[in-house]
């Protein structure tokens, strides 16, 4: 006798915080994360230090050496999350408390647009 299964449950609401747990983006990371402290934020985000010091050594300004710290991170930590970006900017040795607070906000805020009332994320193609 064939077992009858039961429909599968609507999937309940993704926790805010399981947003935080979603790989970062470089155009809102750079665009709410504008610490000076880029290379000491960089080793907490654990940016191989060949590559800071590479970055370092490129003559460009502050805000560009900052982006491509960012880049850097996104593309070589598997692990990069909204989360990690959080609690790195929370550590005392950056000390960047209320940058942080306005960074997860703007990531909670932007999940909700994209969040229909089922839980499920929503996709835009952007032209």
């Keep these: 006798m064939a077992e009858r299964r039961s429909p599968s449950p609507i999937p309940p609401l993704l926790p805010k915080s399981s947003v935080m747990n979603g790989k970062p983006d470089l155009k809102t990371v750079c665009a709410i994360v504008r610490t000076s402290r880029w290379h000491q934020l960089g080793i907490q985000l654990g ?6 010091q590479d970055i370092l050594s490129e ?6 050496k ?3 710290m960012f880049r850097t991170w996104i593309n070589s930590q598997t692990g990069a999350s909204h989360n990690q970006l959080v609690e790195a900017l929370r550590l005392k040795v950056i000390g960047e408390d209320r940058m942080a607070q306005k960074y997860e906000e ?7 647009k994209t969040t229909d009332a089922t839980g499920k994320r929503i996709h835009y193609c952007r032209l």
């Excluded at 940016?47 to 800071?52: A, K, N, S, T, W």
């Excluded at 003559?59 to 560009?64: C, M, N, P, R, T």
């Excluded at 703007?106 to 909700?112: D, I, L, P, T």
């Design 106 to 112: 703007k990531v909670k805020e932007e999940a909700s």
């Design 47 to 52: 940016v191989d230090e060949e590559m800071l």
């Design 66 to 68: 900052r982006t491509q």
């Design 59 to 64: 003559g460009s300004e502050a805000q560009d």
